[in-house]
């Protein structure tokens, strides 16, 4: 039975963001299954944290994106990425959004991210007024991955976000969490097990294939047949790119390339160590348009995920099913209990170092490139297990059916 779903989130359309790239896609798939869906979000700014220039000089909109019906509204949005700033920006979504909800026809349930955390409660207290079911999605575990990025420290603001964290997952009428790990988290906090549905992220396998390596984004970075060891996404408190650098210099003499795509608060400090290096076989570049997205890991032989070691067990960046259905090779950064690890070792895709072990990263690199055979299985495998537990239509189809469930409509086959 066709019912309106409504989705909130800091980021969507027409950023390039994993959550917002994964809602856009949910969102067009419930439509395509007949669902009637409203997403409330933000003006977009991300990467730079600037208002993209079509949307600035409002405080409020309402637009159609692909038969979405989409309310936008005002947003404190600064390129800077110190503690304020973020709060300010953080604060202002998460008093203006539950606002705009009020301008919403009543929907059959409500769709949320819980980050910030503070959005997640303050949804969760307007879908108890209303009383309209609430789905949580959780992509990092909060408060714990904003304490373990150094953005939050004290102890009293801590407690009372653990608190708000469990109010959150107390009223949830499902939690939606990307990873078993993450799901025994909530468990061992207390969090009811029925309630939690392990559905990860997803990447669109025929948006992004595997693809010849010698495209146009390769010969515009002039590396001819050396190693192209790339990395794109953000370069924040939540990264270990310091230890590429140092591999890079210990790598300077051998024929291998890094080109490190993206932007955030370390990338000042990261150019400043690659500079005192002299380093010419590290490059860096801004975030590429979505578009060019494909074509650039295409071009790549091997592609980073780099989590910092405060961080390798609360996040799993989604940019790393994009990689595999791209048909190239992971270097991880991450610890080896991590899921992030544990993804790597099951796929038989890639290799896992310690994040701070700059010596293991470059004989793990000196491996990789000894052997064209290996580098292609790989990548083989990469792609073959996305297609068959990240494929989109498969993930958006077990959230469809918890939406559902949630809504009040019993469904054939409960969500695993």
């Known amino acids: 039975m066709p019912m309106h779903v409504l989705i909130v989130s800091p980021y969507f359309w027409p950023e390039s ?37 079509e949307y600035r000089g409002r405080i409020l909109m309402r637009e159609r994106a692909d038969g979405i019906d989409v309310i936008r509204t005002y947003m404190y949005a600064t390129p800077r990425k110190s503690f304020w700033p973020r709060a300010l920006s953080f604060g202002s979504v998460t008093l203006s959004l539950p ?27 307007l879908g108890k007024l209303r009383r309209i079911p609430v789905v949580v999605s959780v992509q990092d575990i909060h408060p714990q991955a904003a304490v ?27 939690i ?30 025929d948006a992004i294939q595997p693809a010849p390596k010698s495209n146009d984004f390769r010969r515009s970075l002039g590396v001819d047949g050396n190693l192209l060891v790339m990395y794109s996404g953000g370069m924040g408190h939540n990264t270990c790119l310091d230890t590429v650098v140092e591999a890079a210099s210990l790598l300077a003499k051998e024929s291998c390339q890094f080109v490190l795509i993206g932007d955030g608060v370390y990338k000042r400090a990261l150019l400043e160590k690659a500079a005192r290096y002299s380093l010419t076989n590290l490059r860096f570049l801004p975030f590429v348009r979505a578009a060019d997205y494909p074509q650039a890991l295409a071009a790549s032989d091997v592609q980073l995920v780099a989590l910092s070691p405060a961080s390798t067990h609360t996040s799993l960046p989604s940019k790393t099913f994009k990689i595999m259905a791209s048909g190239r090779p992971l270097l991880a950064l991450a610890h080896a209990d991590s899921d992030l690890s544990h ?57 469809e059916a918890l939406l559902v469930h949630a809504a009040g409509d019993p469904v054939s086959a409960h969500p695993a």
């Open 17 to 53: 963001v994993g959550p917002a790239t994964w809602l856009h896609q949910l969102s067009s798939d419930l439509l395509e299954k007949g669902h009637q869906v409203t997403v409330l979000t933000a003006f977009p700014n991300y990467p730079t944290g600037r208002v993209f220039p």
């Open 99 to 125: 606002i705009g909800a009020m301008l919403v026809r009543r929907p059959d349930v409500i769709y949320s991210i819980i980050q910030p955390l503070p959005l997640g409660w303050m949804i969760e207290l």
């Open 148 to 174: 373990s990025a150094g953005y939050l420290k004290n102890r009293l603001a801590i407690r009372g976000f653990e608190k708000m964290e469990l109010s959150i997952y107390k009223h949830a009428a499902a």
């Open 176 to 205: 939606v969490v990307i990873t078993e790990a993450f799901r025994r988290d909530l468990v061992g906090k207390g969090v009811e097990p029925g309630k939690v549905h392990v559905i990860p992220n997803w990447a669109d396998v």
């Open 343 to 399: 993804l790597i070792h099951n796929a038989k895709c890639g290799v896992t170092v310690d994040p701070t072990d700059a010596q293991a990263l470059a004989r793990a690199i000196r491996g990789l490139g000894q052997s064209k055979e290996q580098l292609e299985t790989m990548g083989q495998n990469a792609r073959q297990f996305c297609l068959d537990h990240f494929e989109r239509r498969r993930c958006t189809s077990q959230v």
